[in-house]
């Protein structure tokens, strides 16, 4: 497969997977120390989606995210330390600290939202992506959602509708194998996600969610036929998380070595660094780099988020509309 | 100029002026225009009612039939509008929200909040609620005191078509969720309407009729029900000051304890069920903030803690009736 990426579009690549994965696994060793408020459910082992997908969008496109939501929000360009900060339940955070993990959102960058209702985010992706065709603007949106949401009914009525109003809409279905702690296997009645798309009349993709490359040139064709008027896409994406469902989930419910023998043998990052680098379109050098740079501006966010202060008394009735 | 138009031409014109005026305000629902797809005409309907009836040909491209999926379109009404449009979205029944709350409760009002401040969602639902139509338990709710109970909504009950039409102005311009909930029996009532555009703010009781001796406040229809009793009432010598909050959130507290100070006797009268009701609602805030003007118990007029029943002479039972209202009246003020 040939990539269509320049030099500087895998430096970003790179940049972006590794800078995901540096954030939830700070988050994975800080919440462990019980400072850290509320639940925490980590993409690291995923990174490879969000950011194939996300590469393909500018900053008027749309994305609805999930509970499992950090990723994404890296990948469509809010800011990790605002992130931190907000996770850290602080007022500087990206939502003042109103959010929390599960709710990061950012709408001057094209995020709607992390949500913690699963399948949330299907018929307001519709909406944005109404709105962009109703303008005219060639502008799409693209929905997250797990193998959990799969099976919820807002899903289906977000594709069916999506369909029918021919929306620019790219549904994302990550499906890493569990919903919580039951098997997609078990919850999911079809082989694969992607075969529920012919019954909403539109394509069913399913891409390798390890392979950085596959996802990148899987999204493009849907992104490309979606900003075309071609309609919806449903693309899934056949990953793995590589912690539990929230963090303190103990996973007894896996096989054990399970998540290490993907981390030796399938890891995003891996692949990516041995594709690039046997190809000579990037030195290890570089990569190397990059690791360094972004472990720099994680531990900067964390040191920052620690020390910000938290919200106000005086902000708690704060913003629940915009005249009351 | 002021002429007489009903209550749901108000809305269709409310509709019709602020489409023309904003290019963002777009209306969709189930049969908003009715007929997309089929072989007849592409705006058979206008709405269940004809309520829209028109504005699909007079606004191109803006007026969308949806399927019966009631998520999936509220919730991309919820998404549009926080992508720059001012979407009218009509759920029909109020009841079918169960089917969609979620987008309106933990999507649509939320989102500001959550997201500190940075998310604008100006949409609006439109939904026809109320029972006397012999349409049973799952076609005649009010609630409405479900949406006032949930911070980031606004709710909005128009009683007379004047209201209609301020109200779904203000709603359509307004930078926040907004229910707007239309009694089905007031459809065909006529009253005077101006016909260029104005609003009617939110949080501003209106005192339908002054009087010292009782205080009423009635919700919606009921309204109408307390003019009837309270015209009925002066002939026998009781003045009764009727208060229509015109909005359940943001509500006009301040209006009905101004009155309650003035008459020290309240009663309330909601279409809706007893438990944790408007009706309720107000009780209590005056109870807390009035208790030492209160010159008798607080009477709520209220349907029973039943579903809306299907037989008519179980529902004529069951809904609020001018007579019942009267009764409370007259029990507060003889109360010794």
């Known amino acids: ?324 | 100029m002021a002429r007489k138009i009903t209550y749901q031409q108000a809305i269709n014109e409310a509709l019709d002026q602020e489409m023309a005026r904003d290019p963002s305000v777009i209306v969709m629902g189930e049969d908003v225009a009715g007929g997309a797809g089929a072989p007849g005409e592409e705006d058979s309907w206008g709405g269940v009612l004809g309520v829209t009836k028109g504005l699909y040909a007079k606004h191109p491209g803006r007026v969308l039939d949806t399927p019966i999926s009631e998520s999936g379109y509220i919730g991309a009404a919820v998404g549009a509008a926080c992508n720059g449009m001012r979407p009218v979205a009509e759920l029909m029944f109020i009841d079918f929200m169960g089917v969609c709350f979620d987008q309106i409760f933990n999507q649509a009002a939320k989102f500001r909040y959550m997201f500190g401040g940075k998310a604008k969602t100006p949409v609006v639902i439109r939904a026809m609620y109320g029972a006397g139509f012999r349409a049973a338990a799952q076609h005649s709710q009010c609630l409405y005191n479900i949406f006032t109970h949930i911070p980031g909504l606004k709710v909005v009950l128009p009683s007379n078509p004047y209201d209609a039409k301020g109200l779904l102005i203000q709603s359509i311009r307004d930078n926040d969720p907004v229910i707007f909930l239309e009694h089905k029996a007031l459809y065909t009532m006529e009253g005077d309407v101006p016909e260029e555009s104005y609003i009617v703010p939110f949080g501003e009781a209106a005192v339908v009729q002054e009087g010292d001796d009782v205080t009423i406040v009635a919700f919606g229809r009921m309204v109408n029900y307390a003019k009837d009793a309270g015209a009925s009432l002066r002939k026998k010598g009781v003045q009764c000051e009727i208060i229509d909050p015109r909005t359940t959130s943001p509500m006009d507290f301040d209006t009905i304890l101004e009155s309650v100070e003035r008459t020290g006797r309240l009663v309330i009268v909601d279409e809706s069920h007893p438990r944790c009701s408007m009706a309720s609602d107000v009780s209590g805030f005056i109870a807390q903030e009035a208790f030492g003007a209160l010159k008798a118990p607080i009477q709520m007029v209220t349907a029973p803690h039943v579903p809306v029943p299907f037989a008519a002479s179980l529902e004529d039972l069951y809904i609020p009736s001018p007579a019942r209202i009267e009764e409370a009246v007259m029990r507060v003020k003889e109360y010794r």
């Open chain 1, 1 to 324: 497969m040939s990539s269509s990426l320049t030099r500087e579009g895998l430096l970003q690549a790179y940049r972006t997977m590794r800078t995901i994965r540096e954030f939830e696994e700070r988050l994975h060793v800080d919440f462990a120390t019980g400072e850290i408020p509320g639940f925490v459910h980590l993409y690291a082992g995923e990174e490879a989606s969000a950011t194939g997908i996300c590469m393909h969008l500018n900053r008027d496109d749309y994305i609805a995210s999930t509970h499992r939501g950090h990723g994404h929000c890296i990948a469509k360009g809010v800011d990790p330390v605002g992130m931190m900060a907000e996770i850290w339940g602080k007022r500087t955070g990206t939502c003042k600290g109103k959010g929390g993990s599960m709710h990061i959102a950012d709408l001057d960058v094209g995020m709607l939202g992390a949500n913690g209702i699963v399948g949330g985010g299907g018929p307001l992706i519709c909406g944005t992506a109404l709105a962009s065709k109703l303008r005219g603007s060639n502008n799409v949106g693209v929905c997250f959602f797990g193998d959990g949401a799969s099976n919820q009914g807002t899903i289906f009525e977000a594709m069916n509708l999506a369909a029918v109003w021919k929306l620019p809409v790219i549904f994302v279905g990550e499906n890493n194998g569990y919903a919580e702690a039951t098997a997609s296997k078990f919850s999911v009645a079809c082989e694969n996600i992607a075969d529920r798309a012919s019954a909403f009349g539109m394509p069913g993709v399913i891409t390798d969610g390890f392979d950085f490359f596959a996802v990148h040139e899987a999204a493009g064709e849907a992104v490309k036929r979606a900003r075309e008027g071609g309609g919806p896409t449903l693309l899934e994406v056949k990953l793995s998380r590589y912690y539990g469902h929230f963090e303190g989930d103990q996973q007894t419910y896996r096989a054990p070595g399970e998540v290490q023998k993907l981390r030796e043998t399938k890891d995003c990052l891996m692949q990516f660094a041995r594709r690039v680098t046997s190809r000579g379109e990037l030195s290890m050098a570089e990569l190397e780099a990059i690791d360094v740079e972004v472990k720099t501006l994680i531990d900067a966010s964390v040191v920052k988020a620690k020390a910000d202060p938290l919200p106000l008394p005086e902000d708690l009735m704060a913003d629940v509309y915009v005249s009351y």
